[in-house]
């Protein structure tokens, strides 16, 4: 049973870095199709290209973040956890995707092993140990204090650049920004691949750990490739719901203001993976820097019903992610213990 929980595990794994792809893409190419920085092909061929070496950079960071993260249980008892987790995260991030919502991966996740987790400890099996560092470092400060951060930031950082752009026409300044904008969409996909492949790539090796089969202080060559290329294939097919979202449902930005949301995230991303080892997520931090930057304008014109509506699903993420994988987690309970 072990290893039948721990080859669905990495299966499993594989469609949330795909699925994670396929959905946050919008993170690197919304503005700049929007801006017509780049065409949408170039954008995602763009954002492909840097994801996987973001997350093949990203091995030597996974075993920082996975002995910060929660400690499992070994057997099919923590694998069936990460299963349920997993599958939570998969229906919910699908279902945001659906609704042109932009969603944390990172949080559903979490989410969902504290919910597994729970059940685990209701039918008398193993918890997961390690829950009040999660709480606090993986859902309270992505979920609250980043996306602030990433706000306040991006709406500042509009003065100083407005300024030194001030003495050149619109046109120059529009065509100055649509060619930063090429390098900061680049910049936030290597961000993208450094934080959730991490995500993903600890969970293998959580897996793999739980299973017997390594003692966690190395991260296989097969983990980081597998990762990579099923985010890099998502991002390749990914859809554009989310994107029409953030480059048009939302707000409207100029090239200067999208360089700089683009900029902030990818800064944040960075100093979260290599400086922090602290999960951030790319799209509370890409959306809140969009919003700051956008609102830092004459006309901002802000939907703000929209607003509402994507802060109550960041919300709700952990909270639905967390009560479908309790359910799970206790349908897989019988064949657990047999």
């Keep these: 049973m072990t290893v039948a929980f721990l080859v669905l595990v990495v299966g499993l794994a594989s469609g949330f870095a795909f699925l994670n792809g396929f959905r946050d893409v919008s993170n690197a190419v919304a503005l700049s199709t929007r801006t017509r920085a780049l065409t949408p092909s170039v954008a995602v061929l763009l954002a492909g290209v840097f994801s996987f070496l973001g997350v093949m950079l990203s091995g030597s960071f996974i075993l920082a973040f996975t002995q910060s993260w929660v400690t499992l249980p070994s057997g099919a008892g923590g694998l069936s956890m990460l299963a349920s ?39 008398g099996g193993d918890s997961i140990r390690g ?10 400060l992505p979920l609250l204090l980043s996306p602030v951060i990433a ?24 065509s100055r920004f649509r060619r930063a904008q ?61 994107s029409h979202t953030l480059g048009y449902k939302l707000l409207r930005v100029d090239p200067l ?18 400086g ?15 919003l700051g930057a956008g609102t830092n304008q004459r006309f901002a014109g802000t939907n ?14 952990p909270v639905v992610a967390a009560a479908a994988a309790f359910v799970l987690e206790l349908a897989f309970s019988p064949l657990v213990r047999r």
Aim: charged share 5%; aromatic share 10%; no cysteine.
């Design 182 to 242: 090429a390098v900061s969409a680049a910049a936030v996909a290597f961000g993208h691949g450094l934080q959730d492949g991490q995500r993903t790539a600890a969970v293998m090796v959580l897996a793999l750990v739980a299973a017997g089969l390594t003692g966690g202080d190395a991260v296989p060559l097969w983990v980081l490739l597998l990762t990579a290329v099923m985010l890099t294939a998502g991002t390749l097919f990914g859809g554009w719901r989310i």
């Design 151 to 174: 706000f306040v930031g991006a709406y500042l950082l509009v003065w100083p650049v407005t300024w030194a752009a001030r003495y050149s026409q619109p046109n120059v300044v529009n």
């Design 276 to 290: 922090l080892h602290l999960p951030l997520s790319t799209t509370h931090t890409l959306t809140s820097a969009v």
């Design 304 to 317: 703000r019903r929209l607003v509402r509506r994507i802060l109550l699903f960041w919300v709700a993420t």
């Design 131 to 140: 829950f009040d560092g999660v709480i606090l470092a993986q859902v309270v």
């Design 85 to 123: 987790a997993l599958v939570a995260s998969i229906l919910w991030g699908i279902y945001g995707w659906w609704g042109g919502i932009p969603l944390s991966s990172t949080n559903s996740l979490v989410g969902g092993l504290i919910g597994a987790g729970t059940a685990s400890v209701l039918v």
């Design 257 to 274: 203001r999208g360089f700089v949301a683009q900029t902030l995230t990818s800064v944040m991303l960075f100093i979260g993976a290599i």
